[in-house]
């Protein structure tokens, strides 16, 4: 089976119509979900409110839900990406800096930031920094372990875009970030 | 960390494994999370999906069979019909609203509404209303809304097509609705459940409650009860009403009493009566009583049709002061009402039986369902009138303040005793004490459980600022009491409803006002069967989702070799062909337990034109699903009837319960029925040698447009037949014959 196992059709299956059973699949997803929530926007009072609409939005739309070959979860994932994009609409800061840093060219800033912060903030920060579209694929690939095609369900594209999202987001954070050796030279240890 | 191949094809090359070893080996930490978010957005979450999922929040084995092709966005169905008719009638064409099942199932106790959007005649389109399946109803505007209001809850799982036709001329400066085309609007109501095969124990030990809502604003309503067939409350609201005293004084503000049916979810539907309090339903929910407060020192009793407005109420009866009570029905045409120290009885015309009893003055009263007798407080005690005969026979000394009948003819009443109060059950076979209170408490409503099984017992502490609370009891009086729900939260007058999917009750908010609120039950253990049922039915949703998706191979997965071999042979279409009239929709009908792990469950399937998506026919499959080690399969399918939509009433669903004495065979029309025409003649069951049974019971209930019939069958197979003889309001007959297959198994005895 590509995605989704008979286990979970058949819980989705029922949570259409059993409350018990949508409260077992929020059990199941609620984790992953805040956590793509929180990492998508750093704050936790946010992270809970996009947490709740995509909870409460999943249980008003659940019957428009088919199976199509992938994981419940991909579904809900997509609709928290829809719920960060109608979050930052109009927001400067997003619309800006994707607009800012889409022509290819390094920001300093987006290094100096690197730069600054520790190892794990480094790297995820330069994720943060990433145009939405690759942020979101490298997320979903890296810190939530989908497949390309569980991803390309959720971000609406083919595989195909979404291994070129993958592939420049990780080129990109390849030449923005310092070598190791200059972390090294900020206090960095390698491999720790 | 494991090796991700997707990752080592996308990155052949060395040079951005170094990136990628670093994210992955830095993934971000667990975000804070504070855990009360997490339980507290369940809680939230839970609760609307109670709400939603079923429209009538039932409990879980009441609503676990909606297919998960109607059931719609839960949203969708939280709301009435609103349909925006752009311009409707300044367009050349037809203009046709489809609301298609999956976007929006209409609850079936809500108003229609139809927006427009210009001016129209709206006399002439109040008029120009036509409903299929025929449907009374009556309309009223909101505005540029036009709202209809069926009279009686509409059928469950049934295609509407609600036509607009202008036939009179316009008033002035209106659009010219003669000249305007039809407006047609479609939609589909919500699943009906299926009911279970096994009657579910709502002893006080089984019960669970939780999502409680409030309906309705703080102040709002001030009393609440359920209809008998509980797809409505009625509830007593405050609205302000200027009056004039006399020609000589100005107009004042007042604030008058109404009574309203409301919906479950607290939808205000209609206004039963105006400057009219303490409202009783008949049992037959044919006709409301009420009271209306004439002078400080007089009231009225006023009775009038359930489908009035209560403009047509005819006055009954007269009182000194002001009642503290509903008038008590007793039967459904007759009213008992207390009258200072006297009970009296008066019948719909006003004119008074020859039964008058001294009672306690203010003393509550209580008829058996079908009116035989009454009981009530008296001198001697809690006593027990035989109301044809005006015989009474006290059934216990004391003071007794509030009685209650069970369906199954058993009185429970409370008696004040010096250490507190005591609740009694008074039955032929004796008389028993099931709860006692020595701590002071004050008990007063009583409300007993769909099965007779337990009594929810309206309770309050000694103490002045106690809180109102409530608990269950059961019947016999085993067990401990439980308490209803949260007993730090108020409760005040609550009452089960009808079907036992949720309580009523009111809780007074921070500010003092009394805010209407429901409690959704779960009934906690399922019996064996009924945990089978679910599994069976389970089977056959997912097995009609699949054909509805044209997934065979997922169809055929759940299906036996037989009754595959059938699908194959081509006798009966598992999916349909492109440009064939599609699946628009498909639904459990009935469930019947034939032995242990065995069910018929027949099923609906409504086919719809691929063009229009206009539903235009309809044909029933009867699958026997049979338990296979851990799964139920489809073992075997025999084709049911075909029936064209829109041509005459329609068997909507049809439900089978035995009990040791009897089998009770309920069925369900579509349309309004023409009363005269549903009888033991035109709706029978016969054997399986085509004998006629004779029916113990025979009973219809228009409000629900339900057959109820009563008969003692033998193990084996008879036919439920509902022939053309029935008709609808309009007057048009059912299309062709009905035929159902009752299986009288070794499960039913």
């Given at each position: ?192 | ?113 139809i927006a427009f959007t210009g001016p129209v005649d709206k006399n002439a389109v109040a008029q120009s209303v036509r409903i299929e399946p025929a449907t009374l109803y009556t309309t009223r505007w909101d505005g540029q809304t036009l709202v209809i ?327 016999d009086g085993s067990g401990k009491p439980v308490a209803f729900a949260a007993q730090d939260r108020e409760y005040t007058t609550p009452r089960w409803s009808p079907d036992g999917s949720s309580i009523v009750f009111l809780r007074g908010d921070e ?239």
């Amino acid at each position: 089976m590509p995605g989704g196992s008979e286990d979970e059709r058949d819980l989705v299956d029922r949570a259409k119509r059993n409350p018990e059973a949508f409260g077992a699949l929020y059990d199941r997803y609620f984790t992953q979900i805040y956590r793509f929530a929180y990492s998508r926007v750093r704050d936790q009072s946010l992270a809970e409110d996009l947490t709740s609409e995509v909870f409460f939005k999943a249980l008003r739309n659940i019957n428009r839900y088919t199976y199509a070959g992938h994981p419940f979860s991909s579904w809900l994932y997509q609709i928290a990406l829809n719920a960060v994009a109608d979050h930052y609409r109009g927001q400067r800061g997003e619309l800006e800096l994707e607009d800012a840093t889409s022509g290819g060219t390094p920001s300093g800033a987006v290094v100096d930031e690197v730069v600054r912060r520790d190892r794990s903030r480094r790297i995820w920060s330069a994720i943060d920094q990433l145009p939405k579209q690759q942020r979101a694929a490298l997320i979903l690939k890296f810190a939530e372990d989908r497949k390309i095609d569980e991803i390309a369900q959720i971000l609406g594209k083919s595989s195909g875009a979404v291994k070129l999202l993958l592939h420049r987001g990780v080129e990109r954070l390849r030449k923005e970030l310092p070598p190791l050796e200059a972390e090294a030279e900020v206090g960095f240890e390698p491999g720790s | 960390m494991n090796p991700d191949p997707e990752l080592e094809e996308l990155f052949p090359s060395g040079a951005h494994w170094e990136v990628v070893d670093l994210i992955q080996a830095s993934r971000p930490a667990q975000p804070p999370l504070d855990p009360y978010f997490r339980n507290h957005l369940r809680m939230k979450l839970m609760a609307q999906a109670r709400r939603t999922m079923s429209p009538r929040s039932q409990p879980r084995w009441f609503a676990w069979p909606r297919t998960p092709l109607l059931a719609t966005a839960a949203a969708a169905a939280a709301v009435v019909l609103t349909v925006g008719v752009y311009n409707a009638l300044h367009q050349a064409p037809p203009s046709v609203a489809v609301v298609p099942p999956g976007i929006g199932l209409i609850r079936t106790a809500e108003p229609i509404r139809i927006a427009f959007t210009g001016p129209v005649d709206k006399n002439a389109v109040a008029q120009s209303v036509r409903i299929e399946p025929a449907t009374l109803y009556t309309t009223r505007w909101d505005g540029q809304t036009l709202v209809i209001i069926p009279l009686h809850p509409l059928a469950s799982n049934t295609g509407y097509t609600v036509k607009l036709v202008p036939q009179t001329a316009p008033a002035p400066n209106t659009v010219a609705a003669t000249a305007a085309p039809p407006v047609v609007v479609r939609f589909v109501t919500t699943p009906a459940a299926v009911s279970p095969v096994v009657p579910p124990s709502f002893r006080s030990d089984n019960l669970t409650f939780f999502g409680e809502v409030s309906i309705a604003d703080p102040g709002a309503v001030t009393s609440a009860s359920w209809t008998p067939d509980g797809q409505a409350l009625i509830v007593t609201r405050t609205v302000a009403e200027t009056v004039t005293p006399s020609a000589s004084t100005a107009a004042l503000p007042q604030v008058v009493p109404e009574v309203w049916s409301m919906t479950p979810q607290g939808t205000l539907v209609r206004r039963l009566a105006t400057r009219a309090t303490l409202p009783a339903v008949a049992p037959d929910g044919r006709h409301l009583a009420f009271w209306r407060h004439d002078r400080p020192d007089q009231s009225s009793l006023w009775v009038s049709a359930f489908e009035d407005d209560g403009t047509h109420a005819t006055q009954v009866a007269t009182v000194g002061g002001l009642p503290n009570r509903p008038a008590t029905w007793v039967g459904s045409d007759r009213l008992a009402y207390g009258d200072g120290g006297t009970l009296r009885l008066v019948d719909l015309q006003g004119t008074p039986p020859p039964l008058t009893v001294a009672i306690t003055p203010g003393a509550a009263a209580a008829a058996i369902n079908d009116g035989r007798f009454l009981a009530t407080a008296t001198a001697d005690g809690a006593t027990l009138f035989d109301v044809a005969t005006g015989q009474s026979k006290v059934v216990s000394a004391g003071t007794a303040t509030t009685f209650a009948w069970s369906s199954d003819g058993r009185l429970a009443f409370i008696l004040s005793a010096a250490s507190g109060p005591q609740l009694w059950v008074a039955a032929p076979d004796g008389l028993k004490q099931i709860a006692a209170s020595s701590t002071g408490d004050r008990w007063s409503d009583i409300s007993w459980s769909p099965d007779s099984s337990s009594l929810l017992v309206a309770s309050r502490g000694a103490s002045a600022d106690a809180q109102p609370s409530a608990f269950f009891v059961n019947a016999d009086g085993s067990g401990k009491p439980v308490a209803f729900a949260a007993q730090d939260r108020e409760y005040t007058t609550p009452r089960w409803s009808p079907d036992g999917s949720s309580i009523v009750f009111l809780r007074g908010d921070e500010t003092g006002r009394a805010r209407l609120w429901i409690a959704t039950v779960r009934i906690g253990q399922l019996s064996a069967a009924d945990a089978a049922q679910l599994d069976a039915v389970h089977v056959v949703t997912r097995f009609l989702d699949s054909r509805q998706r044209g997934n065979l191979a997922d169809a055929q997965a759940d299906l036996g070799p037989q009754a595959l071999a059938t699908y194959q042979n081509g006798n009966l279409p598992l999916v349909t062909a492109p440009g064939d009239p599609s699946i628009a929709r498909s639904y459990v009908f009935g469930v019947q337990l034939v032995s242990p792990d065995r069910f018929l469950v027949t099923v609906r399937i409504v086919l719809a034109d691929p063009k229009t998506r206009q539903e235009i026919r309809f044909f029933e499959e009867h699958l026997t699903v049979v338990r296979h080690g851990e799964r139920f399969l489809i073992d075997a399918v025999q084709p049911g009837i075909t029936t064209i939509i829109g041509q005459g009433p329609s068997v909507v669903s049809v439900h089978v319960q035995s009990a040791p004495s009897h089998q009770q065979v309920t069925v369900k029309f579509d349309a309004d029925l023409a009363a005269a025409t549903v009888s033991r003649e035109s709706i029978y069951l016969r054997d399986s040698s085509g004998q006629r049974t004779d029916p113990t019971d025979f009973q219809f209930d228009p409000n629900t447009r339900t057959v109820s019939i009563r008969a003692k069958l033998h193990q084996g197979k008879y036919t439920l037949v509902g022939t053309t003889g029935v008709t609808d309001v309009n007057g048009h007959a059912a299309a062709q014959e009905y035929d159902y297959t009752v299986v009288i198994g070794s499960g039913n005895d």
